[in-house]
């Protein structure tokens, strides 16, 4: 880091009985109280230089030997007053970034200016500063974060501004700069060598500015944008080193409406974190994939620990919306911290995401409507042009869909993490499950696994609410082994095991393979409703369509267990508002039965 040096003397400055003093044969005449401290002076050094001093000694009247000079809001205290009293004396003072803030702040004040004496402290400050702390990277950004001390006296000098600008400037000359930093300051940075190799090449600025306070990195961000040559993943990635930087143990926060009445002032440290949080919200880039959805959803937990706005919060799940595929289980899994919420996990946001998503992949592109105006200009377009532009919507629209199919298989996985939880309302796992087209799911496993952990987790469902749970299930999208798990599952709802065995039935009659048996189970519950299953099958036969007897028929000429199954439909039927779902669905398997048992069926079927 660059430095300076002014004056040529010694240093004489001496401490007696908390009393500092130059060690002089002349006698002092001029005592300068400086918040607190006492100091045994010269007038004619200082007053020659300081403007200020020579308006305070002339409006004090000469009573005694030495005249009293208070200076009680002197900047910069009782440091910055020594620089310029040794720089009046001629003593050596050594000048950095470090203190080239406090001490032009000091000379301001004490108006150590040209038309006091020509070359005088203001001046080369000033030199020094615009040739040497401006150019320099690393003197630049610490420069600017000793401006925090000074907040007023550094806007109205334009010292922070400045310190900004010359930043940008530099990150903009060099965007996609591979080294540590620019070329004129390597030698400043080159001990931080091991630290900036830590951070992508593209980003060798990041950790640097990811020290500077809040506002003076998003004042330095937003000029940083504003130039318009650095990448928005570049941005995004400087963004994600800065909350790494500044929020990595906000979990203590969870239970933070309890802390604040017990602990008043930590409600300090939670305003800025919000405070803080919300800024790198304001600056996250408008494109898609700028940041991860990893990140993203990492700001959303943020936001609940913190209690942060709700637009913050509704902007977040949008930006999430956008890129939902890319995320994980895990991360929807957003700790719920509300007292109005019981829940574990913020469901309500991931059902808000989920509504973004569909928003955004709901309608593909579609080629504008041709008006009689535009005739001749798409008349004069050429073919080339034309076939893009289709290859471009159908890509679009083939990358909405695997986005689909993407986010299905984590929604599902999804539920079941949040299933067990005994405070989740039926109504929000149906909103979650219902969310997902129908043609989204290839198979619906993983919604039967969470549908069986939600029954489990939650024993005290009626049989209406069991049934209007599994009714979002598609028996004929589960696997064999899925199957034989819900074949014994006492949990479900009868309809549901019907199903899945009269699908696996007719599955193996598709594919000419040997008949399941029954589980143990079934076959109990039909031995122990037997008596009830004759009656309802001769209330039903002789309701039954002549395509109904047939089916019968044939199914008895298929397999020899046909007869467990006609009783398991004859169970189905029991429930009235059932009835109608197994005629479909013995409709259905008669469709999927192989050519010989059909052409049974119509000879049977001409006979009758």
């Known amino acids: 880091m660059k430095f300076m040096k002014l004056g040529s003397r010694p240093d004489t400055f001496i401490t007696t009985e908390a009393v500092r003093s130059v060690n002089s044969e002349v006698i002092s005449d001029l005592i300068v109280q400086v918040k607190g401290s006492r100091y045994l002076l010269h007038k004619f050094p200082l007053l020659s230089k300081c403007s200020r001093l020579q308006r305070l000694c002339s409006e004090i009247p000469e009573t005694s030997q030495h005249q009293i000079v208070q200076l009680p809001d002197f900047p910069g205290g009782i440091e910055a007053f020594e620089i310029c009293a040794k720089f009046c004396y001629g003593i050596t003072i050594t000048l950095s970034a470090y203190n080239i803030v406090a001490a032009r702040c000091a000379a301001e004040y004490l108006q150590m200016t040209e038309d006091v004496e020509k070359g005088n402290l203001i001046y080369k400050l000033e030199v020094f500063f615009n040739s040497c702390i401006l150019s320099g990277w690393k003197d630049s950004i610490v420069t600017l974060q000793t401006t925090k001390s000074f907040p007023l006296w550094s806007e109205d000098l334009v010292i922070t501004s400045r310190c900004i600008e010359a930043i940008a400037s530099k990150v903009l000359a060099n965007p996609n700069l591979s080294r540590r930093g620019p070329r004129d300051d390597i030698s400043c940075v080159e001990s931080d060598s091991r630290r900036h190799n830590k951070v992508s090449s593209k980003v060798w600025w990041a950790e640097d500015l990811a020290e500077l306070s809040i506002d003076l990195y998003w004042r330095s961000m937003i000029a940083i944008k504003s130039g318009g040559k650095v990448a928005a993943a570049v941005i995004g990635d400087a963004l994600r080193v800065y909350a790494s930087r500044w929020l990595p143990n906000i979990s203590k926060y969870a239970n933070v409406e309890k802390q604040i009445v017990h602990d008043p002032s930590e409600s300090d440290s939670i305003g800025k974190h919000r405070l803080l949080l919300e800024s790198i919200i304001s600056l996250l880039p408008a494109e898609k994939g700028a940041v991860s959805c990893?990140?993203?959803?990492?700001?959303?937990?943020?936001?609940?620990?913190?209690?942060?706005?709700?637009?913050?919060?509704?902007?977040l799940a949008r930006r999430v919306g956008l890129q939902l595929e890319d995320a994980s289980v895990n991360d929807l899994l957003i700790p719920c911290v509300s007292h109005t919420c019981d829940t574990i996990y913020d469901v309500d946001i991931v059902i808000t995401i989920l509504q973004q998503f569909l928003l955004q992949v709901q309608s593909p592109p579609t080629s504008p409507v041709t008006r009689k105006g535009d005739f001749e200009r798409r008349r004069s377009r050429s073919a080339e042009n034309i076939d893009l532009e289709f290859e471009e919507s159908r890509r679009?629209?083939?990358?909405?869909?695997?986005?689909?199919?993407?986010?299905?298989?984590?929604?599902?996985?999804?539920?079941?993490?949040?299933?067990?939880?005994?405070?989740?309302?039926?109504?929000?796992?149906?909103?979650?499950a219902e969310a997902i087209p129908e043609f989204a799911r290839v198979d619906h496993d993983d919604l039967y696994k969470a549908i069986d952990i939600y029954l489990k987790g939650h024993p005290g469902l009626n049989k209406s609410e069991r049934k209007r749970l599994c009714r979002i299930l598609d028996c004929k999208k589960l696997s064999m082994d899925i199957c034989m798990h819900a074949a014994q599952n006492e949990l479900l709802p009868l309809r549901v095991v019907v199903q899945v065995l009269f699908f696996e039935q007719a599955r193996s009659a598709m594919s000419g393979g040997h008949v399941t048996e029954l589980p143990s189970n079934i076959k109990a519950l039909l031995a122990n409703h037997h008596q009830t299953a004759n009656t309802s099958a001769s209330f039903n036969k002789a309701k039954m369509t002549p395509l109904n007897d047939q089916w019968s028929n044939a199914s008895a000429i298929k397999s020899p267990k046909s007869s467990n199954l006609s009783t398991l439909k004859m169970k189905l039927a029991e429930d009235d508002d059932l009835?109608?779902?197994?005629?479909?669905?013995?409709?259905?398997?008669?469709?999927?039965l192989p050519n010989r048992p059909k052409k049974m069926l119509s000879k049977l079927w001409s006979n009758k």
């Open 294 to 315: 990893s990140f993203l959803l990492k700001l959303v937990k943020a936001t609940n620990l913190l209690k942060g706005s709700c637009s913050s919060k509704m902007e």
């Open 396 to 432: 679009s629209s083939s990358a909405s869909h695997s986005s689909k199919l993407k986010v299905a298989k984590l929604v599902d996985g999804y539920l079941q993490e949040i299933a067990s939880d005994t405070s989740l309302p039926l109504s929000k796992f149906l909103s979650i």
């Open 579 to 592: 009835h109608e779902i197994a005629k479909s669905s013995r409709i259905k398997a008669l469709c999927l």
